[in-house]
């Protein structure tokens, strides 16, 4: 089925460990996005990629990395986590920039940090 | 305070009866989204309003755009157990800030049977 992967689903982490959460599109959209979901708080835009080979940072980037590996592609790296990001995390993306294409979003990645 | 706010936050409402959500915007409005979330799942779009005075249905979940208030509403009639979900609104708040949305907290719907 067309759209959007992330993986994985699940994920505990001890403080101090690195992990990587992928993402992956299969629509063409030219942008994608990581947000974070905590409870009461909505979504909170973390990193964007508007097209391949860019990058900016969101509402809330510090303590994340991102690599947008291909058009395809766009993965969030935690360096070192901290209990703060226990979050739900979304990986998004749309065909284009500008505010008239709403996005596609994927299943989710439920991190928790110990 | 966020820049997209939402209520209520939560609201029960018994089976068949209709209910309203509201967004409403310190700033201008660059198109509104609503989205809907099961629990423990990911958002599916429901409906985008760019206009001001711009009306969308689809089934029995109406939404309306307020350009000048910078407020929307999502409005269901007859509530059905597949209702159920949180309702989230996102919008473009800079003209130049090229596809990035900013959400609403969210407001989490139980309907009872």
């Known amino acids: 089925n067309a759209g959007v992967t992330q993986t994985p689903k699940f994920q505990v982490l001890k403080t101090g460990q690195s992990m990587t959460l992928q993402c992956a599109q299969d629509?063409?959209?030219?942008?994608m996005y990581w947000y974070r979901q905590d409870p009461g708080m909505g979504l909170r835009l973390i990193y964007y990629s508007a097209s391949e080979g860019t990058t900016d940072k969101g509402e809330v980037p510090n303590g994340y990395n991102v690599s947008r590996l291909n058009k395809r592609e766009f993965s969030l790296r935690l360096e070192s986590a901290a209990p703060s990001q226990t979050s739900v995390y979304f990986c998004?993306?749309?065909?284009?920039?500008?505010?008239?294409?709403?996005?596609?979003f994927g299943s989710g990645t439920r991190l928790t940090v110990v | 305070s966020q820049e997209l706010e939402q209520s209520p936050q939560s609201l029960i409402v018994q089976e068949g009866k209709n209910l309203t959500i509201n967004c409403t915007s310190s700033k201008t409005l660059y198109g509104l989204y609503w989205y809907k979330q099961k629990y423990g799942e990911g958002l599916i779009f429901l409906m985008m309003l760019q206009k001001g005075g711009e009306e969308k249905s689809h089934e029995k979940i109406t939404a309306k755009l307020d350009e000048k208030k910078q407020q929307s509403s999502l409005h269901i009639t007859a509530s059905q157990p597949s209702h159920a979900g949180i309702y989230l609104c996102g919008a473009g708040l800079r003209k130049a800030a090229g596809n990035k949305l900013t959400f609403g907290g969210g407001t989490r719907v139980l309907v009872k049977p």
């Open positions: 998004a993306s749309s065909p284009q920039g500008g505010p008239n294409y709403g996005y596609t």
């Open positions: 629509m063409n959209h030219n942008s």
